[in-house]
């Protein structure tokens, strides 16, 4: 069975850091591209950053550009997001996902074939 399980959610005060893991099981993922997703109440989940197979290429949101770095250990098929300076915009649902198709790193969900079950992040003011 494949999956993706991510932990190291929490609550944290604005400016604090938090570092998110996504452990996949079931099939290797070290080919895929791999990503982070966020969906506040009311909202579209969103793209946070994704990064290439090889850990060459990443791409980030605006929003989260100099703040957020996201890496990978293909070794332990799992991926990483270390997120410093929080604000409490960015208090979401956060969700890894791994696309097996894409050769470039892309950012629409649609194009993320599987999804952990999330873990949230609350920043407060």
């Known amino acids: 069975q494949v999956q993706l399980v991510e932990s190291g959610g929490g609550l944290v005060q604005a400016g604090g850091s938090l570092r998110l893991s996504c452990a996949a099981s079931?099939?290797?993922?070290?080919?895929?591209?791999r990503g982070w997703f966020r969906q506040a109440p009311g909202k579209e989940r969103e793209f946070v950053a994704a990064?290439?197979?090889?850990?060459?290429?990443?791409r980030y949101a605006d929003s989260v550009k100099g703040r957020f770095t996201i890496s990978r250990d293909n070794a332990k098929n799992t991926v990483y997001l270390q997120m410093n300076s929080l604000k409490p915009e960015d208090t979401a649902v956060y969700y890894c996902?791994?696309?097996?198709?894409?050769?470039?790193?892309?950012?629409?969900?649609?194009?993320?074939?599987?999804w952990g079950q999330g873990t949230q992040v609350t920043v407060s003011s």
């Open positions: 990064i290439s197979w090889s850990g060459d290429n990443t």
């Open positions: 079931g099939r290797t993922f070290s080919r895929y591209v």
């Open positions: 996902a791994a696309d097996s198709t894409s050769t470039i790193v892309v950012v629409t969900p649609i194009r993320y074939d599987y």
